[in-house]
């Protein structure tokens, strides 16, 4: 038996145990926001017990307060793109399951309703526009060129380490003109900004505290320096010098400059990470892949949904309302599960298939919708499609040769490492 064929039989035994388990357990004992489901990569029958029988379900069974699941497609676009009746306010909770610890509750654009949130978004939105991205494209296939030519052959390394972080920290360093030579610590800072306290992290509150402290002290002062310069084309300079954003407060300044590490390091390092994995686990789609490269365009997008690198976002209810036969409470905390709508049957054909020629490959929730659709999607995509045509340029395969260490997290579905060999 080789490897593969016996990570694939583990991981049928895991899954044929996670389906015995969720379907034995009374739906109001259901925590779908149970992060050891992500780790394990358990959670999809828990899910699918969801949409089917509970789409709209209160869980009063976790160690955090009790919160409503939405499971379906629909739901979830109904929840996100009514902005008026379920807020993303930091003040009210945010945009996570579980509210941050007091002291962290720096709010940025993604956890303000309106009208500050279009203000502060619109101020960093110019960085992603079509003509600005179409000269990112040129260093990203540059820089990816350089990363993969350094990669060994026949020797197993960490793609997660050696690919996905260091050409997301690069391109982030670069989004901030942020110390190139330090740039993973923008990798450690996003890292410790979202784990939780069992995620082997960091050691204890203590040690979280003087690392987002030392970000914030960082941050600070790249600020002042910006603010005091001329303006450039970047994110910092770019929010110094904006009268919507220049006054903010250093606790709305280190949320928003949070959101923009988390934003452009998680999602496109864990999808990278994700598209690497589910091509060896799908090997027909592999092969789909290496005889026609045009599919990347199609590709990218399916990897997206599956690999759906923010598992959640979280609302609060303004106002009471229905939704799904179910009544919610003014002041309830409403998750909408994007990594299960990513699921749903009714709207996605043959959703727990990878399919890297679908006909609508971007029905999909990974970036959200309404006023909250997330703002770099566009070169998180990009990213995505260069470091795909650059791999297929030099590499028959990457394998992946063990099982991959997931993120304990119900927020971040991400991959820590991913074992791989490029056979020579």
Same mark, same amino acid.
């Given at each position: 038996m080789n490897i593969q064929t016996a990570v694939s039989s583990d991981r049928a035994e895991l899954q044929r145990l996670a389906r015995q388990e969720a379907y034995a357990t009374p739906l109001?004992?259901?925590?779908?926001?149970?992060?050891?489901?992500?780790?394990?990569?358990?959670?999809?029958?828990?899910?699918e017990r969801l949409r089917k029988e509970a789409p709209v379900h209160y869980c009063t069974n976790s160690p955090i307060e009790p919160y409503w699941s939405v499971t379906r497609y629909n739901d979830i676009m109904h929840v996100d793109t009514n902005h008026g009746i379920f807020s993303s306010d930091a003040s009210l909770g945010g945009i996570s399951i579980r509210d941050m610890p007091p002291g962290y509750d720096w709010p940025?654009?993604?956890?303000?309703?309106?009208?500050?949130?279009?203000?502060?978004?619109k101020t960093v939105s110019p960085m992603f526009t079509p003509t600005h991205l179409d000269e990112l494209a040129i260093l990203i296939r540059q820089r990816s060129a350089k990363?993969?030519?350094?990669?060994?052959?026949?020797?197993?390394?960490?793609?997660?380490?050696?690919?996905?972080?260091?050409?997301?920290?690069?391109?982030?360093?670069?989004?901030?003109?942020?110390?190139?030579?330090?740039?993973?610590?923008?990798?450690r800072w996003s890292d410790v900004s979202t784990a939780l306290p069992k995620s082997g992290v960091v050691d204890s509150p203590e040690q979280r505290r003087q690392e987002m402290d030392e970000c914030k002290a960082c941050f600070a002062n790249l600020w002042?320096?910006?603010?005091?310069?001329?303006?450039?084309?970047?994110?910092?300079?770019?929010? $110094? %010098?904006?009268?919507? @954003?220049?006054?903010? !407060?250093?606790?709305?300044?280190?949320?928003? +400059?949070?959101?923009?590490?988390?934003?452009?390091?998680?999602?496109?390092?864990?999808?990278?990470?994700g598209s690497v994995l589910a091509l060896n686990e799908h090997p027909g789609e592999y092969q789909k892949l290496r005889d026609n490269p045009a599919l990347i365009e199609?590709?990218?997008?399916?990897?997206?949904?599956?690999?759906?690198?923010? $598992? %959640?976002?979280?609302? @609060?209810?303004?106002? !009471?309302?229905?939704?799904?036969?179910?009544? +919610?409470?003014?002041?309830?905390?409403?998750?909408?599960?994007?990594?299960?709508?990513?699921?749903?049957?009714?709207?996605?054909?043959r959703p727990n298939e990878f399919i890297?020629?679908?006909?609508?490959?971007?029905?999909?929730?990974?970036?959200?919708?309404?006023?909250?659709?997330?703002?770099?999607?566009?070169?998180?995509?990009?990213?995505?499609?260069?470091?795909?045509?650059?791999?297929?340029?030099?590499?028959?395969?990457?394998?992946?040769?063990?099982?991959?260490?997931?993120?304990?997290?119900?927020?971040?579905?991400g991959i820590e490492s991913l074992p791989v060999r490029i056979p020579a």
């Open positions: 109001a004992d259901f925590h779908p926001g149970a992060p050891r489901l992500f780790r394990d990569d358990t959670l999809w029958p828990w899910f940025s654009f993604i956890a303000m309703d309106q009208p500050k949130h279009a203000d502060q978004r990363v993969l030519d350094s990669l060994p052959r026949n020797e197993t390394f960490d793609f997660v380490d050696r690919v996905s972080i260091e050409l997301t920290t690069q391109m982030l360093a670069t989004l901030f003109d942020f110390p190139f030579e330090q740039r993973r610590k923008l990798t002042n320096e910006r603010v005091n310069s001329e303006p450039r084309n970047d994110l910092i300079s770019m929010m $110094a %010098h904006s009268e919507a @954003t220049r006054h903010m !407060d250093p606790d709305n300044l280190m949320g928003n +400059i949070l959101l923009l590490i988390v934003g452009g390091n998680d999602t496109t390092r864990n999808t990278m990470s199609s590709m990218v997008p399916e990897v997206i949904r599956w690999q759906t690198p923010l $598992a %959640h976002m979280r609302r @609060t209810a303004l106002v !009471d309302t229905e939704l799904g036969g179910r009544t +919610i409470k003014k002041g309830d905390r409403v998750v909408m599960w994007y990594v299960s709508g990513n699921r749903d049957e009714d709207v996605i054909e890297i020629d679908r006909a609508r490959p971007r029905t999909h929730l990974s970036f959200g919708f309404g006023i909250h659709r997330c703002v770099g999607m566009r070169l998180a995509e990009l990213q995505l499609k260069i470091v795909w045509q650059e791999m297929l340029k030099r590499f028959d395969r990457i394998e992946v040769v063990g099982p991959p260490k997931r993120v304990y997290s119900s927020f971040v579905r």
